[in-house]
């Protein structure tokens, strides 16, 4: 089943750009743009979508009021904020926002969101992941080795890295190479507290000690294992994981 979508965006090159964007997307039936706040909620109404592409700088209702609304209206709208500024992301998220991307974007940022539509569509669907607040502390990876196969803990898992077609799962003190792909283990793990931050890494969020500045808008990462891991994070990628990482 197709993604139905409703953006929506005061400014009409900046809504037509975004329609453009996603109708490019092989997933997504429909696209219902919207030119103001009170226009979105009767999109919204009319059309019940699963995602809202919302701005947040509109001269009716701003978008942190529209989402309220629909919230009340439909609280199943994923609502993905997009703006020119960054201020509004803590508001956005006590608002239990989806996602939130800042102008300009472009094909990555979208790509970005649609990957973690898809990760909870599946999820929910398949009831096959368990997230750690269940309890279910004895969920472990199975890793299968030449000399049998070793169960691992997530929370043990530092990051995991791909070379040409070698995947390596790193512990704090020890790496095990895996016939997983990097996608099947991103699959995998995202429940528990894994991030796609380039597209040869995958890092545990709680095992990262620092986030250090590089060069054209990349991070590097220091990991908080024995040899104190460097990882490189795509400029793409930077907004979605200070988000996930900042309080």
């Known amino acids: 089943m197709g993604w139905n979508i409703v953006i929506a965006d005061d400014e009409a090159p900046a809504r037509e750009e975004?329609?453009?964007?996603?109708?490019?997307?092989?997933?997504?039936?429909?696209?219902t743009p919207a030119s103001s706040g009170m226009d979105a909620i009767k999109k919204v109404k009319e059309q019940a979508p699963d995602v809202l592409f919302l701005d947040m700088d509109m001269p009716d209702l701003n978008g942190l009021q529209v989402a309220e609304i629909v919230g009340e209206i439909n609280p199943q709208v994923k609502v993905v904020f997009s703006t020119a500024y960054d201020q509004y992301a803590v508001h956005a998220f006590k608002?239990?926002?989806?996602?939130?991307?800042?102008?300009?974007?472009?094909?990555?940022?979208?790509?970005?969101?649609?990957?973690?539509?898809?990760?909870?569509?599946?999820?929910?669907?398949?009831?096959?992941?368990?997230?750690?607040?269940?309890g279910m502390t004895s969920i472990k990876l199975a890793l299968e080795l030449d000399e049998g196969i070793t169960y691992v803990s997530p929370k043990d898992i530092m990051y995991i890295s791909k070379e040409l077609k070698h995947v390596q799962v790193h512990l704090r003190d020890k790496a095990y190479s895996v016939s997983y792909t990097l996608s099947e283990l991103e699959q995998k793990l995202e429940p528990f507290g894994f991030f796609r931050c380039h597209k040869s890494y995958l890092v545990n969020l709680a095992s990262i000690a620092e986030m250090k500045t590089?060069?054209?808008?990349?991070?590097?990462?220091?990991?908080?294992?024995?040899?104190?891991?460097?990882?490189?994070?795509s400029r793409n990628y930077v907004k979605l994981l200070r988000l996930k990482l900042e309080i």
Request: hydrophobic share 40%; net charge negative; with cysteine.
């Open 95 to 134: 608002l239990r926002a989806f996602h939130y991307m800042l102008k300009p974007y472009d094909e990555e940022d979208i790509a970005i969101v649609f990957r973690e539509l898809r990760k909870v569509r599946m999820q929910n669907g398949s009831g096959v992941l368990v997230h750690p607040s269940t």
């Open 18 to 31: 975004l329609v453009y964007l996603l109708e490019q997307c092989e997933d997504v039936d429909k696209v």
């Open 214 to 233: 590089w060069v054209n808008g990349a991070y590097n990462l220091l990991m908080d294992d024995a040899r104190r891991s460097c990882i490189p994070v």
